[in-house]
């Protein structure tokens, strides 16, 4: 599967450091607004609904991500989602920045593992149906 | 003078406590990306020119908010600037947030000082002429 | 009532922007961390006690932040914390941010209103007596 | 090599999501700060000396987190930091979150591979020579 969304960002005074670059924490907090940004906008299920309503949540077990490039203030960046497997109760799901409007290098890479879970147990579920079917047979 | 720049906003995961309300020092911050985001889409000079090309730094003075009712994750808010006075080095800007699309009371109201600063001397300087023509004018 | 509470801070990079200093919404952070350490280790009544088990919360209803000097990466600031006055449902109380172990002025002085919230009305209840007590009668 | 410095951490509103447990992004947070803590308390080289006055970063190149269990508003956690390799212009370094206090099982583990950087031209250098000998003689 290839890219299913993508989220643009604007590189602001919060994301930088004294260096004048993205501090690295920030990073994790954008690939984390990628993964609600596609929910929302792109499956059309919002941290939200699964939250407030459904009481799933979606934590993450496993975050490895490669720092290629640094971005700098005032740069604009996309965010680009991609889905690299669907497991019974997880997802794999890689993410990549590049500079938006530019032929240049991927500045980042990261893969997460998110797992699906009731919030009254704490225990894993099964990738919910909706999510599967709006993952497989493409909304996209 | 009215509002002159509205921000949208989507409370998110990053927003909000374990009450499931927004955390008050991340509305502080976007009520920072408020004043970055009319610099750069409203005025047209982005925080990036003026603090890495022309060394001009606006640092806050002093912040006031009410905190009138709170937001919850998955929220659209609407973040409405104004200009309240433009001195001889500094700006009063107010801003008030709420939810969007819906016919509701605000839920914060902020009002912030900014000082226009030389980064290399750290001393106050004029509002530059480009900035204030552009507020006063209206580029509105 | 003088001050009552102590918290020592390190600036680190997660506090600072490109300027080198301390970037507004992280000293907002700040002050909500010298209530919470306040709360624990001075009246020895967690956020975590009062919210999670006895269903209490304490927003913000005022901030009144005024930001006299910057403060840079690697400096070690004091948070000094004061009771300004205990309402019928609310707190009144004053933060003071200065370099520790220097004789220096005040950093950033803060005025903060707080109230008392039951978490399943969401509405504002009387200062819990023992609140009340461990600040009147002087834990301190 | 072991553990050679160990900070501590109390979870508090700043680090939790309305699910009450440890958001992500803060984790990672929290990871930069054990290295900071190291660097000032352990090492004796704090990062505003290596940043301020030698030029010197120390930018991540990978990042890879296992989250094994959540934490909750209001525990005490040990972030305990060890040094698993010392390259020729990089370090490699784990760190492990428990309850603080508590037998219990790893909350957290993270490897981070840090290169160091000369901040005027942005290239690697080879370890400073006094970083490399408090960790290999072992200050510790």
């Given at each position: 599967m290839g890219t299913i969304h993508v989220m643009p960002v604007e590189i602001g005074f919060k994301h930088c450091d004294p260096a004048g670059i993205v501090f690295y924490p920030r990073y994790v907090e954008i690939l984390n607004d990628t993964v609600e940004h596609w929910l929302r906008?792109?499956?059309?299920?919002g941290f939200a609904t699964l939250?407030?309503?459904?009481r799933i949540a979606i934590p993450i077990v496993n975050l490895q991500v490669d720092f290629i490039a640094p971005s700098r203030l005032g740069e604009d960046l996309a965010c680009a989602l991609r889905i690299d497997g669907v497991g019974r109760t997880s997802l794999k799901i890689t993410i990549e920045l590049r500079r938006a409007g530019h032929d240049e290098p991927v500045r980042l890479r990261a893969a997460l593992v998110l797992v699906f879970v009731?919030?009254?147990?704490m225990r894993p579920i099964e990738v919910p149906e909706d999510v599967r079917r709006a993952i497989e047979t493409g909304g996209y």
């Open positions: 906008h792109g499956l059309g299920t939250h407030g309503e459904r009731d919030m009254h147990t």
